[in-house]
């Protein structure tokens, strides 16, 4: 029997294309091409997030969590960093330019160009 997974999101933005481009450009992802009005970013494990442009309300703040390989860790910090947004060791942001090393990996959170708050994390969440 098969398991349910998730398969894509919708996530709506100011400027799908500048959004999309940020989450991309950081850890190497391809954007597919445009799909109706959603400019999907295509994650490793099968899963889209679909940007949406909603130019008529506010964005909401969500936050987005990507388990990310240890050794692709240090330079997407430094993608961050090359194009000045700060990082933070913890989800308030009140660490800056520092890093976590919850469930024993490294951890980092930041806000993408809308707002949401964004992790990047060598280990998964364990919950007890």
Do not use: C, W
């Amino acid at each position: 029997m098969r398991t349910v997974q998730l398969n894509h999101t919708a996530v709506h933005a100011s400027d799908r294309y500048l959004s999309a481009e940020f989450l991309a450009a950081m850890p190497g992802l391809r954007i597919g091409a445009p799909f109706g009005p959603f400019l999907p970013v295509d994650l490793g494990n099968g899963v889209t997030l679909d940007y949406h442009e909603k130019r008529d309300e506010p964005i909401r703040s969500q936050h987005y969590a990507f388990l990310v390989p240890d050794e692709r860790f240090a330079s997407m910090l430094a993608r961050l960093e090359a194009v000045r947004f700060t990082y933070y060791a913890d989800p308030a942001h009140t660490e800056p330019g520092r890093t976590n090393h919850l469930f024993g990996g490294r951890g980092a959170y930041f806000a993408d160009p809308d707002g949401r708050n964004m992790e990047i994390t060598t280990r998964p969440h364990v919950r007890p």
